[in-house]
């Protein structure tokens, strides 16, 4: 009878986590799909839309809508450019690992673009890029390195070390 009663509850419990399990598997379904309608907004060009559905997104916490959000604000395509803001959802993307923004953060620091010029902060957040699994970033980190000297260089490595300690566990 107790053998019944814990099988029962054990029965409960894995069918109470699979509701759960499911009904967050449908969520992400949900926002990746809204996400990809974003991207094709985006993609033909209709920027506003892009931007509607980047933003709903970008507040509940999507990496990506994040980032192409950070994209369409970089550029003022839909939206007013806002290098600020594009800045803070780039490094709220970033720090869920989006390569495609820590590129932008790098290209950022490179051109000056709402921020202090610094070819060692965009070292660094061309390696964290290249950590990320973004495979330019690779070739672009070598023309950011010819502005550097070899201890700036390291430095901005300890960075991007000390950045990914922090931020990507």
Request: proline share 1%.
């Amino acid at each position: 009878m107790l053998k019944d009663s814990i099988w029962r509850w054990s029965l409960v419990i894995c069918l109470t986590a699979l509701i759960h399990v499911g009904a967050d598997t449908r969520a992400k379904a949900k926002t990746a799909n809204e996400f990809y309608q974003g991207l094709s907004a985006y993609n033909v060009g209709k920027y506003e839309v892009a931007a509607l559905i980047w933003s709903r997104l970008a507040e509940k916490g999507s990496a990506k809508a994040q980032s192409g959000l950070g994209t369409l604000y970089y550029t003022g395509s839909g939206v007013t450019k806002d290098f600020d803001r594009a800045r803070k959802l780039f490094i709220a993307a970033a720090q869920k690992n989006i390569p495609q923004a820590q590129m932008f953060l790098s290209l950022m620091y490179r051109r000056g673009d709402g921020v202090r010029q610094s070819y060692l902060i965009s070292y660094m957040w061309c390696d964290i890029a290249i950590s990320a699994g973004h495979e330019g970033a690779t070739y672009v980190i070598q023309d950011i390195a010819e502005h550097l000297d070899g201890e700036e260089v390291l430095e901005a490595q300890r960075l991007s070390a000390e950045w990914r300690n922090i931020n990507l566990k």
